[in-house]
T-cell receptor, first 116, second 112 residues
Framework: GAGVSQSPRYKVAKRGQDVALRCDPISGHVSLFWYQQALGQGPEFLTYFQNEAQLDKSGLPSDRFFAERPEGSVSTLKIQRTQQEDSAVYLC??????????????FGQGTRLTVV | KQEVTQIPAALSVPEGENLVLNCSFTDSAIYNLQWFRQDPGKGLTSLLLIQSSQREQTSGRLNASLDKSSGRSTLYIAASQPGDSATYLCAVPSFGNEKLTFGTGTRLTIIP
């Protein structure tokens, strides 16, 4: 597609429910990132893939968060047993090529998760 | 650890004025710096990517400057319009890694 696509755009989950957020990056983009954005804050890094390899997951807040990119394209961020503090906008970004120091990041529209 | 600060947090100016948004970062070992725009309830739109070897980058009414040694970047918006109202974020990648560290943004309101 022309841009980074995320679905769903909005998700309301009951506390304790599992959710799955999808990201479809720009075709040919090797690197994929997930960020979490709380209201009124800048995005915070969660995890990073190069093709199918998850190279950095240092930003995942707990072991309830899990991300995968099995075929090096579409990625899924899964949150198990959601809690109210997980309410945020989850943003996905992709960049063209690894090792390119000056690569521009392109973001999707985000998924707004509300845990009630 | 890289820290990015944006001042002011909010800014309101009358339409037609020129304005400057500021971004500062603590670790000058950066590859580039990127400015984004975010409209309410939307994702981030890339405005300008300024490389570490550049001092300025221009796109239409926008001009971004970068001074690595002092850890500062500015985004200059000329002849502001109501459609420029949004939150503006700057971000830098970690050295040896592409993950971005963001500032908290400047919420800009252009008054018609």
């Amino acid at each position: 597609g022309a841009g980074v696509s995320q679905s769903p755009r909005y998700k309301v989950a009951k506390r304790g429910q599992d959710v799955a957020l999808r990201c479809d990056p720009i075709s040919g983009h090797v690197s994929l990132f997930w960020y979490q954005q709380a209201l009124g804050q800048g995005p915070e890094f969660l995890t990073y893939f190069q093709n199918e390899a998850q190279l950095d997951k240092s930003g995942l807040p707990s072991d309830r968060f899990f991300a995968e990119r099995p075929e090096g394209s579409v990625s899924t961020l899964k949150i198990q047993r959601t809690q109210q503090e997980d309410s945020a906008v989850y943003l996905c970004a992709s960049t063209f090529r690894r090792g390119q120091k000056n690569t521009e990041a392109f973001f999707g529209q985000g998924t707004r998760l509300t845990v009630v | 650890k890289q820290e990015v600060t944006q001042i002011p947090a909010a800014l309101s100016v009358p339409e037609g004025e020129n304005l400057v948004l500021n971004c500062s970062f603590t670790d000058s070992a950066i590859y580039n710096l990127q400015w984004f725009r975010q409209d309410p309830g939307k994702g981030l739109t890339s405005l300008l990517l300024i490389q570490s070897s550049q001092r300025e980058q221009t796109s239409g009414r926008l001009n971004a400057s970068l001074d690595k040694s002092s850890g500062r970047s500015t985004l200059y918006i000329a002849a502001s319009q109501p459609g420029d109202s949004a939150t503006y974020l700057c971000a830098v990648p970690s050295f040896g890694n592409e993950k971005l560290t963001f500032g908290t943004g400047t919420r800009l309101t252009i008054i018609p």
